[in-house]
């Protein structure tokens, strides 16, 4: 059975970014005869917000958006559905990872790593045994490391991983919380996704998930098929202006905005991948 999922956090209100996305989405599990998931990223509690949930019910409403599975309001979400439910899940399988020694203790301050090159950095080779409760955890991301992806045609292209992203934090400082890379793995893994789509922000994510499947033997993942589109495009595949793609679907709704804009853009796109990939 082919699945897909559509998958915002709830940290701020929808904009016409998101509304691309999920309408592209949408469109080509149409086309592919796929399910759709709704998969709300609440990972980060502190910043997830009820009127956020609840505009992601909207939003999806209001654009015409109906899924296959997920939960069907924001109560249902909070008793069943929330990330939250399902920590241990995904810190399982930062302990596997732990276990089979990718994982390091990094004691630095973000400015601080960031600002450093991976072959300098200490906490990498650092043989220190006792760790201090409570400290982040991240990948030791090997180099050289390429990762194959799986495109929609089938094809397979290579990522270079670490020219694409710094060593992520997999159990964060607090209560060796998992991190994002792992839950979105973990989530796509258990639904049984079969291909997604994501802007192109989160192509060094895809490439990190690829790469810890490898690691943790999920072999599944591998036939997994990404499309990573342009953060906001035009039906030309040209880029939204910034006001545009920044908007957020709330306040366009309240302004009595038509949706048929924002669809018949994202169907274009749609149509256009569903020809070039003779989906
Ligand atoms: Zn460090």
Avoid at 29 to 57: H, M, P, Q, T
Avoid at 58 to 69: A, H, K, M, T, Y
Avoid at 73 to 79: A, H, I, K, Q, V
Avoid at 202 to 217: D, I
Wanted: net charge neutral; proline share 6%.
């Amino acid at each position: 059975m082919k699945k897909t999922r559509i998958a915002p956090t709830p940290s701020g209100y929808l904009h016409a970014g998101n509304a691309f996305n999920f309408l592209v989405t949408a469109a080509l599990a149409k086309v592919v005869g796929a399910k759709v998931v709704l998969r709300i990223d609440d990972l980060d509690a502190e910043r997830s917000r009820l009127e956020y949930v609840e505009d992601i019910f909207q939003s999806l409403e209001w654009l015409g958006i109906r899924v296959d599975e997920g939960p069907s309001g924001p109560t249902d979400f909070r008793t069943n559905w929330s990330q939250q439910l399902r920590l241990e899940r995904y810190t399982a399988l930062a302990e596997e990872l732990r276990a089979a020694g990718v994982l390091y203790p990094c004691t630095c301050a973000r400015p601080r790593f960031e600002q450093m090159d991976r072959n300098e950095h200490p906490c990498r080779t650092s043989k220190e045994e006792a760790v201090a409760h409570g400290t982040p955890w991240r990948l030791r991301i090997p180099v050289p490391c390429t990762v194959g992806v799986k495109q929609f045609d089938g094809t397979t292209s290579a990522l270079d991983l670490p020219a694409l992203l710094p060593d992520p934090i997999i159990l964060q400082r607090d209560n060796a919380r998992p991190a994002y890379q792992i839950a979105s793995l973990c989530d796509d893994l258990e639904m049984g996704i079969t291909f997604i789509v994501r802007g192109a922000d989160l192509l060094p994510s895809t490439a990190c998930q690829a790469h810890l499947a490898q690691l943790l033997k999920r072999d599944t993942f591998a036939e997994v098929r990404f499309h990573h589109h342009a953060l906001a495009v035009d039906a030309d595949g040209s880029k939204l202006s910034k006001s545009a793609g920044s908007a957020s679907l709330k306040a366009m709704r309240e302004a009595g905005t038509s949706p048929a804009a924002l669809i018949a853009q994202a169907t274009a796109y749609a149509e256009m991948l569903a020809k070039h990939f003779r989906l």
